[in-house]
């Protein structure tokens, strides 16, 4: 849970005048827009409702071919691969997708976002090989209509470069990050935001493979880099998570813990204290203080990390079981063994599952 690696998930708005009425089409647009904020402040529940209403005014105003209709499906699908339920979002992208194809044709801008889109919810479910054929696909969709220098082909570059990082092919991914990073600044400039992410990323390619000499420099820029645009920027919280991590990874405990600190009250001042990245900065302290037998001030914060997530994505998604393992470890180190086992069979229930 420690990295955040994914630099865009494109949702298009397409608000296009019809036959119906002002008055359906602003209520569409402004659920759409409400179930995005909602969605933005980890409040997935309401998000979804909303989305669902939203998808319903889309199909009896618009019709159920028309794009509108697809970028509600598009949205509902975004809540619900957050929220784990991969089996009720694939057919909203399936669907997406295939209204997409039959509006614009295959070779279409917005084909390649709904390929993307798709590409990441079987990225999350480990169907990789789904996944890079759908990113190679979108990839060349961009290259061919918007140019090789555009910044969503930057960002599909690196997309794809997380299927290879995720697998372990470090050799093939690192090529990819590092061309994204170079058309990001050029296109973009040097400072921006894309810039950082595309740092982070390559820098979080570098920690897994343990070169951490190579690592923190960029981790550092990538911080530098959004601090300009506020120390208190939940994009500030990410680069002091993952230098964290890059600290703990060596050992070098004094210097992670402050930073997780700062980072977790980022996150609870711009998100509120319910956030699913406030559960995660929380799991990654938590993590920092069990390796250094720190289980009493561990112990808490696994509790509190797993009550946000399940209150935030239900008592059976994977990131609930990855903080349930580590408790359990916790657990296992302070004695409490039939706590522990209690923990890893949750744990192995929910995985079965997936």
Request: with cysteine.
């Amino acid at each position: 849970m420690g990295r955040l690696t994914q630099i865009f998930l494109l949702v298009v708005l397409i608000l296009s005048r019809t036959a119906y009425t002002y008055a359906q089409e602003a209520l569409w647009k402004e659920l759409t827009t409400n179930s995005m904020t909602l969605f933005q402040q980890g409040r997935y529940s309401e998000a979804i409702k909303v989305a669902e209403k939203a998808l319903k005014v889309a199909e009896k105003t618009f019709g159920n071919t028309h794009p509108n209709f697809a970028t509600s499906l598009t949205n509902l699908a975004i809540i619900y691969r957050v929220q784990g339920r991969y089996a009720e979002a694939e057919p909203l992208y399936k669907k997406s997708l295939a209204l997409s194809e039959k509006t614009f044709g295959f070779e279409h801008p917005q084909v390649a976002t709904d390929m993307n889109n798709l590409a990441v919810l079987y990225k999350v479910q480990g169907r990789y090989r789904e996944a890079e054929l759908l990113h190679k696909q979108s990839l060349e969709v961009w290259v061919k209509t918007l140019g090789k220098y555009h910044p969503y082909v930057a960002a599909s570059m690196n997309n794809l470069a997380e299927i290879y990082t995720d697998q372990g092919r470090y050799a093939e991914a690192e090529p990819l990050y590092k061309l994204s990073l170079a058309l990001f600044e050029k296109a973009l400039g040097p400072d921006s935001p894309q810039v950082a992410a595309s740092m982070n990323n390559l820098a979080e390619l570098y920690r897994a493979q343990g070169k951490y000499g190579r690592a923190e420099p960029l981790h550092k820029l990538a911080l530098g880099i959004r601090e300009r645009f506020g120390p208190d920027h939940p994009h500030v919280a990410i680069s002091l998570n993952n230098l964290a991590e890059l600290y703990r990874d060596q050992g070098r405990f004094i210097e992670a813990e402050p930073l997780y600190r700062r980072a977790l009250k980022i996150r609870k001042k711009a998100l509120g204290p319910q956030h699913i990245d406030v559960a995660q900065t929380m799991n990654n302290l938590a993590e920092l203080y069990r390796v250094q037998a720190k289980y009493v001030e561990a112990e808490p914060l696994y509790r509190r990390a797993m009550a946000v997530l399940e209150k935030a994505l239900g008592s059976e998604h994977p990131h609930v079981a990855n903080v349930l393992e580590n408790m359990a470890k916790c657990c296992r180190n302070m004695g409490k063994e039939e706590e522990a086992e209690k923990l890893e069979a949750r744990v192995k229930e929910i995985r079965s599952k997936r």
